[in-house]
């Protein structure tokens, strides 16, 4: 209570006396989308902030904000898939070991067995679906806690890849190393098929989420489960969805990532399940469930690739500072939520 | 007559009811499964002054994993949870091995005392951030404890330089690789953290008040329990257990790895607790249960290394494991599978909910 009341008042300390302007500092501080709004804000500041320091290296190219596309393409499908999950209340820890075993499934299918890609990629999708589907059916049938069971799905998987072999397969295909370097111009700049289908799939996935009734379902039982229920919506089967969809796009991810490095790895994508979540809970997404914007995980993804290029432009920086820049954003995105959800209880 | 039919399974039932009934037979039934393979599995002797043995190894490699539960385990059961303690691992090995390698005599006891210090004192303000993070700023455990799973390792790279410290100090070995009383000295050091624990919550009040936080923080703290000094106070003792795990893992390798020390135990932990019965819900917990649930999973990967499974399918082995015993914990799971059974036994309230949390959920499959 005493944080609330702080907030207040610090927010009309600093705001003109006018009545109109404070109520407007007062919508705003509100408004569902200031999260959104932030970190649109903060990738801008960083992206003026980078333009300041490296213009001398050509950090002003189009081709180097395109670049954050075609580098994180496949990190902005899997966060998609996760937004989700953690919109509906839920967590999925087996984004990342299912990316790596979609690297490992199809560079065996394709290089080892020899089936052409147009058939892998399909039954490497569906694998993905399925795996999803099972662990949404078992957390829902059994009342097993999300985090155990995708946690069961991160051994499961990752143990998968170990299994189909030890040691890295390269990909040798014509097929993929076509598609890889297929690039679409776009006047500016050009885009690679991986961050052209991740764009599909980011608009695929507003497009369900604000404007279908499975995405207002999946807002509905993220917000309160027990009303959702009550309400008549059934719980189940959009539970069981919810998790489908995080598999199929933590596939479709593996594909994207199978596409951009050209090998299948059973130790590639370890931890990115820790990327996605960051990238949501950046973008503004509530952990707790029904709220947030499938954008904002755009910009979360963005803000984390900015973050990789610019310590990358550094040159001097160690690859560490990553993680630890990735801790400090999380952190103080996590803080501004808190601010938010006290402040709309009062 | 009948008189003996109906005792044997009222008992039979009353210890299956029992809350370490299920993790005991797990143990019980990977320990046996080893026999077969290896037929002196049971078998301890004494080689130099050590006693050598499948069963001491178990508990040897366990213990960091179990010094890491039992910290897990109050937070758990105060309704947390603390994904952190693999990065507080990393970064306590990493701040004792790099202050033991700038000493001129890395024997010197002094030095090692103090670089032990430092090395717990850094997990101890970890968990204190986590603890104000959770109690004070009122955010959920998963998150606030992200930021130190995300955050701390590339601290203990930094700490490191990137590098893999090897450290040289035969005091320092004695933590995690050395010998006493004819024992692995790490056991003893577990042994005394796990007595604290259990003498703490079980002869005090503070393992009540450590459950009530669990099953209702708000409701305790109208009863008068400060609920968020007794949070910070778990998370604190959660990182000191990580950070002692810690220090015995880079003992134990004489060598501090940013990267890779204690990487996933967080989840090797969270699984001990699970499968040692306490409620990932909070308000409930057995410190017992959990050393089982952590000697289980590391008694499964010697299983694995034994009987001869090939080590590639190790995770594989182990997810079935997980899931096989969380489904048997899982009431609505038995309640399902050994319905027939279960149903003509179980008490009248028992018997609505089952068919009626069934029935949605059979339109729901299809």
Redesign the interface.
């Known amino acids: 209570m005493s944080a609330t009341t702080k907030t207040r008042t610090a927010a009309e300390g600093r705001t003109p006396s006018t009545p109109a302007q404070a109520s407007t500092a007062a919508r705003l501080l509100g408004d569902r989308r200031l999260p959104v709004l932030v970190t649109a804000a903060l990738f801008l500041a960083m992206y003026i902030g980078g333009l300041s320091r490296y213009q001398n290296y050509g950090f002003g190219e189009p081709q180097v904000f395109l670049n954050l596309f075609i580098d994180n393409g496949y990190l902005l499908v899997a966060a998609v898939g996760a937004t989700f999950v953690i919109m509906s209340g839920g967590i999925d820890l087996s984004v990342g070991s299912l990316i790596g075993f979609t690297t490992m499934f199809t560079a065996w299918l394709v290089e080892r067995q020899g089936l052409p890609l147009m058939l892998v990629i399909p039954l490497a999708l569906g694998v993905g679906a399925f795996g999803g589907f099972l662990m949404g059916y078992v957390i829902h049938n059994f009342e097993i806690q999300p985090f155990i069971v995708t946690l069961a799905g991160l051994f499961l998987f990752r143990g998968l890849c170990l299994v189909i072999s030890k040691e890295s397969i390269s990909i040798g295909d014509s097929t993929v190393s076509s598609m890889a370097q297929t690039r679409v111009s776009l006047g500016l700049g050009e885009l690679s098929i991986g961050a052209i289908v991740a764009l599909v799939v980011l608009a695929a996935a507003f497009y369900i989420l604000h404007y279908t009734r499975f995405g207002r379902r999946v807002y509905a039982i993220g917000g309160n489960e027990q009303s959702a229920l009550l309400m008549g919506l059934p719980l189940g089967g959009t539970k069981i969805a919810v998790y489908t969809v995080s598999g199929f796009c933590s596939a479709l991810a593996g594909l994207l990532f199978m596409l951009y490095i050209q090998s299948g790895d059973p130790l590639h994508a370890v931890g990115m399940e820790l990327d996605a979540i960051a990238a949501v809970v950046i973008g503004g997404t509530l952990l707790t469930g029904g709220s947030g914007y499938v954008l904002g995980t755009l910009f979360g993804v963005l803000v984390l690739g900015l973050i990789k290029s610019i310590i990358q432009f550094e040159g001097t920086l160690s690859s560490w500072w990553t993680k630890i820049a990735t801790g400090v954003l999380l952190c103080a995105f996590i803080l501004i939520q808190r601010a938010m959800t006290a402040r709309r209880k009062t | 007559m009948s008189t003996p039919a109906v005792t044997t399974p009222s008992r039979w039932r009353a210890l299956t009811r029992h809350h370490l009934f299920w993790p005991v037979a797990v143990l019980i039934a990977l320990l046996l499964v080893n026999v077969p393979f290896t037929p002196d599995f049971f078998a301890i002797r004494m080689t130099d002054g050590h006693l050598y043995g499948s069963l001491v190894s178990i508990v040897l490699f366990g213990s960091p994993l179990i010094l890491v539960a039992v910290g897990m385990t109050l937070v758990i059961a105060t309704g947390g949870?603390d994904l952190s303690v693999g990065a507080v691992v990393a970064i306590t090995g990493a701040l004792t091995c790099s202050y033991i390698s700038d000493q001129a005599d890395q024997n010197a006891l002094a030095g090692v005392f103090l670089a032990m210090g430092i090395g717990l004192v850094a997990a101890v303000v970890c968990g204190l951030w986590n603890g104000f993070?959770v109690a004070r700023?009122?955010?959920?455990p998963?998150?606030?404890t992200?930021?130190?799973?995300?955050?701390?390792?590339?601290?203990a790279?930094?700490i490191t330089d990137?590098q893999i410290i090897t450290i040289n100090s035969e005091p320092y070995k004695l933590i995690g690789g050395g010998y006493w009383l004819t024992l692995p000295f790490s056991i003893f050091v577990v042994a005394a953290v796990v007595a604290v624990t259990v003498a703490l919550t079980r002869r005090t009040a503070l393992g009540l008040l450590v459950e009530s936080v669990g099953g209702n923080a708000e409701a305790s703290r109208l009863v008068g329990i400060r609920s968020r000094r007794i949070k910070i106070m778990v998370y604190m003792f959660c990182a000191l257990c990580a950070g002692i795990a810690g220090l015995m893992i880079s003992s134990n390798t004489s060598a501090a790895d940013?990267n890779n020390a204690g990487l996933w135990i967080e989840?090797d932990a969270?699984?001990a607790v699970?499968i040692g019965g306490t409620s990932?819900l909070g308000g409930r917990f057995s410190i017992g249960g959990t050393v089982i649930g952590a000697l289980v999973i590391q008694t499964l990967t010697t299983t694995i290394y034994t009987i001869g499974v090939p080590t590639?399918?190790?995770?594989?082995?182990?997810?079935?494991v997980?899931?096989v015993v969380?489904?048997l914990q899982?009431?609505?799971?038995r309640a399902?599978v050994f319905g027939a059974k279960g149903r003509a036994r179980t008490t009248a309230p028992a018997e609505p909910t089952t068919p009626a949390d069934a029935a949605?959920?059979m339109?729901?499959?299809r």
């Open positions: 949870i993070l700023m009122g955010i959920q998963i998150i606030a992200l930021i130190i799973m995300v955050a701390g390792r590339g601290v790279q930094l990137g940013g989840l969270i699984l699970v990932l590639q399918t190790n995770l594989v082995f182990k997810a079935v997980v899931i969380c489904l899982s009431p609505k799971f399902k949605p959920k339109e729901v499959s």
